[in-house]
Every structure is written in structure tokens, then in C-alpha cells.
């Protein structure tokens, strides 16, 4: 290969390795909306004050809690900040509730994630 190959591939890999590291370090956003636990919002459409104890229930015991954005309608799966482990009492305590959550934020095959840092 020529200078001029191996430096433009050399350019490649740079701008590459950069862009991985980008994307591993994404910086934190704030979404406000609702909490709402993944099993009954979804298949029933169960939330509002009404719903607020079985909504508790279902994330304590694990059900996933999904966050819809204020204004966009927007779902948001809520993680908690280290594997294995389970979400904050503060998501869990407010579920029903409009919070803003604060956090990392990831897209994957078109679902949308929140690690969640805060919840204000």
C-alpha cells in the first residue's frame, strides 16, 4: 500500500474508535412524565391515582417501570444504575406520579432507555 492508503485508513479507525467512544460516554438527559408499570399500562392501559398501589406492587416485585414523556406520548424503560440490581425506591415510590427522571440515555432495535441517575 501506498502513504496515502495507509494514511486515510489510519483517518478510518481514528474517527471510528472516537465515535465508540462517544457513544460510550453518553451524557445524561432529564425526560418529565409519568411512571407507569410496564405490565398493566401496556396490556390493560391500567394508570392515574387509581392505579397508584398496584403500580407500587408490580414494579417492587420487578415489572418493569416505563416512563411516558409528557406532550410526546414517548416510552422510556427505566434501568437501575448497576446490573443485577433493582430500580430506586424513589421510581418505585412515585410510581403514577409525573416526575422528571435524569440519566443516560440509550436506543436499542427502536426501544428507548433511561439509566436512571435522579428522579425529581
Known amino acids: 500500500m501506498n502513504r496515502l492508503t495507509t494514511f486515510g485508513l489510519g483517518i478510518i479507525v481514528a474517527i471510528g474508535l472516537a465515535g465508540i467512544a462517544l457513544a460510550a460516554d453518553t451524557a445524561s438527559t432529564s425526560v418529565t412524565g409519568n411512571l407507569e408499570d410496564a405490565y398493566c399500562y401496556g396490556t390493560m392501559g391500567a394508570k392515574g391515582a387509581g392505579h397508584k398501589a398496584c403500580a407500587i406492587k408490580c414494579a417492587s416485585a420487578g415489572i418493569p417501570v416505563t416512563l411516558i414523556e409528557k406532550g410526546t406520548e414517548k416510552s422510556y424503560i427505566l434501568l437501575p444504575n448497576k446490573d443485577a440490581s433493582p430500580l430506586p425506591a424513589s421510581v418505585t415510590s412515585r410510581m403514577e406520579d409525573e416526575v422528571t427522571v435524569t440519566g443516560k440515555e ?12 435522579s428522579v425529581k
Open 106 to 117: 440509550y436506543s436499542k432495535n427502536g426501544t428507548q432507555y433511561i439509566v436512571v441517575e
